[in-house]
């Protein structure tokens, strides 16, 4: 995830956006830069590790009492200098740094290369800085108040200006920034930790709220202008609590970030009912016409993910889908040709046996394209058109806002589908993007209340082996939920569609196996009530995942945990979010390390 740091004061700049910069690692970043203004505004920037930033700033470091800083994490255009921030304008006369993803910065960059403005970067963000360049009459604040209203998107963002040098203007909509309170000097940054090396006194800028840093103090203002007082409040965290936003563990701050991610990923991709995916996609529609076969290849969460994926897709666009581990895939001489589509799906963009698959794949004539979460990766520059999704780095090893958001990305690429071959009505897609746009805000209330989650962790932290089950869209949630397990507490848990658990799971049950069941709404449900029973006749105790007003649930589950109504296709979503939340304070309980578990690592590069 992108970084930002602001300083203005007394001191010399550099060192203090440095520290910041570094204090910021932890998120993840592909390059890093700075602008340091002193008289004419000097932008260093490097791709790589901040190590390179630092050897350049070795050779040249420019002077100055004001400047901002950015780690970035690519999202629109491939890690490179040129792509790094800060950007400027035009005339050297603005510098921008920025977070988040502005929507309509094609249709701005158009506009604005019309009037004759030149882009150094692919980035969203260079067309902030040539909009500030556009409106600026004289003052800064005016200039950034009139670009934000051209804004769509999301974006928290420090603006300094050669013409102003007493002063940097940032505001932030859906995407976090924090002022840091000094004595004759002040912060900016999008994270406390930045920040926590030179003060604690912090205070936190809302939603569509701008702000005028000085080195006496700050202005903030609503986007409506509206002044706005604010005391700042001390931080008491250690820098490492810092880094999770207090959360325990990496992790559990993921998980918290889900709603985030899916939101996210979806964002831009439906305008007035249509679905659109980004150019990079490479789709076109005759092609689409002409899929007869989609293969989904992925590993691990993953896969899982695209087990969701041939439910949707089979459901809304009518096209048969095998899903494979991308490690059998490889080796099983599948039958492709012109009119397959490959889905390769990849959080890290890097797994070698999905990357192998594609690239067998693309070699017996096949389309493919990738859902990743690393835009430049290795598996997104070898297919032929990517959807990516938006979650941030993953720092957790086990992966939680990524699959959430490979998810929405799959609801997003299967609507997409379904739109051009016509599968689905227009009235149908509308439903099912309404549903979309609200599954984050659902999210967040599931995880307002997850103390029933907490309880049964400690009910069964000592079991030696889970069974998962489900039917339909829950089967892969099921195989999720015990796959987190596994990983992450080492106890023993197996997925299993629940039709199947009498074909021999079923030997195991005894009243020391739990046994996890899926059991949202849908067209299996009843079906899933006699799998129960089946359980509870074998004396084994049943945790139910289930719709919110379920109230026939509680007489067949031992424990029930309540996620929020949303239609069939889509509640693998919500569904996911109570047993990545089990697996943790399980894990958790058993003094396990959550975020780093034995055995296992965060890309995984060999075959
Ligand atoms: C599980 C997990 C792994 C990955 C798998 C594929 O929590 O993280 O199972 O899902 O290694 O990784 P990507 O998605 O990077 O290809």
Redesign the pocket.
């Known amino acids: 995830m992108c970084g930002i740091v602001g300083y203005i004061g007394k001191q010399d700049t550099v060192p203090i956006l440095v520290d910041g910069l570094k204090r910021l690692e932890y998120r993840g970043y592909d390059s890093a830069g700075i602008a340091v203004l002193n008289g004419e505004i000097s932008v260093i920037r490097r791709l790589g590790k901040l190590k390179e930033l630092e050897s350049a700033l070795l050779e040249s470091t420019p002077a100055g009492f004001v400047g901002i800083g950015h780690t970035r994490w690519a999202t629109h255009g491939k890690p490179s200098e040129e792509n790094a921030h800060p950007h400027t304008d035009c005339t050297g006369g603005f510098a921008v740094v920025h977070n988040g993803i502005i929507e309509n910065y094609s249709s701005l960059r158009e506009e604005l290369q019309a009037k004759g403005h030149t882009f150094d970067s692919e980035t969203d963000t260079e067309t902030i800085a040539h909009l500030v360049e556009e409106n600026y009459k004289g003052d800064l604040l005016d200039a950034v108040k009139a670009t934000i209203k051209q804004l769509k998107g999301s974006f928290a963002m420090a603006i300094i200006s050669k013409h102003e040098p007493d002063r940097i203007i940032a505001a932030r909509k859906d995407s976090p920034l924090v002022l840091g309170i000094g004595d004759g000097e002040n912060f900016i940054a999008s994270d406390i930790p930045a920040i926590l090396g030179s003060t604690r006194e912090v205070i936190f800028l809302n939603n569509d709220e701008l702000v005028e840093v000085t080195g006496d103090g700050v202005n903030i203002f609503t986007f409506n202008d509206v002044a706005v007082d604010r005391d700042s409040f001390t931080v008491h965290w250690d820098f490492e609590a810092a880094e999770k936003r207090g959360y325990e563990d990496f992790m559990l701050k993921e998980i918290h970030e889900q709603p985030v991610a899916v939101k996210e990923t979806i964002r831009s991709r439906f305008q007035k009912g249509k679905v659109v995916l980004e150019t990079s996609s490479n789709l076109t529609d005759d092609m689409v016409k002409a899929i007869s076969k989609i293969f989904i290849v992925?590993?691990?969460?993953?896969y899982h993910a695209g087990l969701v994926g041939k439910n949707v897709i089979e459901n809304w666009a009518r096209i048969p889908v095998e899903v494979d581990v991308a490690s059998e895939f490889r080796y099983r001489n599948p039958i492709i040709n012109e009119s397959t589509l490959v889905v390769a799906?990849?959080?890290?963009g890097?797994?070698a046996d999905?990357l192998a698959s594609l690239r067998g794949a693309k070699a017996d004539g096949a389309k493919v394209f990738a859902i990743s979460n690393v835009v430049g990766s290795s598996i997104t520059r070898e297919a032929d058109g990517t959807v990516y999704t938006h979650a941030g780095p993953e720092i957790g090893?086990?992966?939680t806002k990524?699959l959430v958001s490979q998810m929405a990305a799959i609801y997003v690429l299967s609507l997409y589908l379904a739109q051009v071959r016509g599968t689905l009505a227009q009235n149908e897609i509308n439903n099912i993007i309404a549903e979309l746009n609200e599954l984050p805000e659902k999210m967040n209330e599931l995880l307002k209340d997850i103390n029933g989650i907490k309880s049964c962790a400690m009910e069964f932290s000592d079991c030696k082996s889970f069974l998962f089950l489900g039917r339909g869209i829950g089967v892969p949630v099921a195989m999720e939920g015990a796959?987190?397990l596994k990983?992450i507490s080492y106890i023993h848990a197996e997925g299993y569609a629940a039709g199947e658990m009498k074909h021999g799971p079923i030997a195991l049950l005894e009243r020391s196996v739990p046994v996890v069941v899926v059991a949202t709404e849908g067209h299996t449900y009843e079906k899933v009530i006699s799998n129960i029973q089946e359980v509870k006749a074998r004396d084994a105790q049943v945790v139910a995942v289930a719709t919110e007003g379920d109230k026939e649930i509680k007489n067949h589950a031992d424990y029930v945990f309540y996620v929020p109504r949303t239609s069939e296709l889509l509640s693998a979503i919500p569904a996911v979010v109570p047993l990545q939340l089990l697996a943790y304070y399980i894990a958790k309980i058993r003094g396990c390390n959550v975020d780093q578990p034995r055995n296992l690592a965060k890309?995984?590069t060999v075959e």
């Open positions: 992925a590993c691990g969460t993953s799906i990849s959080q890290s890097e797994t999905t090893v086990a992966a990524t796959l987190k990983e890309s995984v």
